[in-house]
């Protein structure tokens, strides 16, 4: 058997354990649906620090904490991420193997408080909302379609594997 024959990937994309590595493209989109729950922690982190500064107040109209319950999946995810390893207990596999459905959890939790919030009349959107929908469908699109990402979730160290 050849080397091509034995991985399905280039080498590059594996760990020293041989299971895939989480790709670029989804540790980028998880920072992207987690966005409301990391600018929450740090305007609050800098409010606390800065009192009276305007700087706070002014990037706080930015971030709505009602977003931050679409948050919630996809920040589960990235825990598992972080965590994934061969000592990793059985809730991170099990968050870990249904990444893909806590991905669309949260692009659907984001797109029904989004409707709730702003409605359907087109122009009650900016354009900064006409991008975040559009970085949305964009995340929900590769993750269904991506034949790496679904065996990036498939994938997990064995168990007391050094």
């Known amino acids: 058997m050849?080397?091509?024959?034995?991985?399905?990937?280039?080498?590059?994309?594996?760990?020293?354990h041989f299971v895939l590595k989480p790709p670029l493209a989804l540790k980028i989109s998880l920072v992207v649906l987690c966005k409301d729950l990391i600018l929450s922690l740090l305007l609050g982190a800098t409010n606390f620090k800065s009192r009276g500064s305007s700087l706070g107040s002014?990037?706080?109209?930015?971030?709505?904490?009602?977003?931050?319950?679409?948050?919630?999946?996809?920040?589960a995810l990235?825990?598992?991420m972080v965590a994934r390893g061969p000592d990793a207990g059985t809730v991170t596999?099990?968050?870990?193997?249904?990444?893909r459905i806590l991905i669309t959890l949260s692009v659907l939790t984001y797109?029904?408080?989004?409707?709730?919030?702003?409605?359907?009349?087109?122009?009650?959107?900016?354009?900064?909302?006409?991008?975040?929908?559009?970085?949305?469908?964009?995340i929900l699109t590769h993750?269904?379609?991506?034949?790496?990402?679904k065996d990036v979730f498939l994938e997990f160290h064995d168990k007391g594997t050094k």
């Open 143 to 149: 993750c269904w379609r991506s034949i790496l990402l």
């Open 78 to 80: 990235f825990l598992a």
């Open 111 to 138: 797109l029904a408080l989004f409707l709730a919030s702003f409605g359907f009349e087109i122009r009650n959107y900016s354009v900064t909302h006409g991008f975040m929908l559009l970085a949305y469908a964009i």
């Open 2 to 16: 050849g080397e091509s024959e034995k991985f399905k990937y280039e080498y590059w994309r594996y760990d020293k």
């Open 93 to 99: 596999r099990f968050v870990w193997r249904n990444g």
């Open 58 to 75: 002014d990037a706080a109209d930015i971030v709505q904490p009602v977003f931050i319950i679409s948050a919630l999946p996809a920040a």
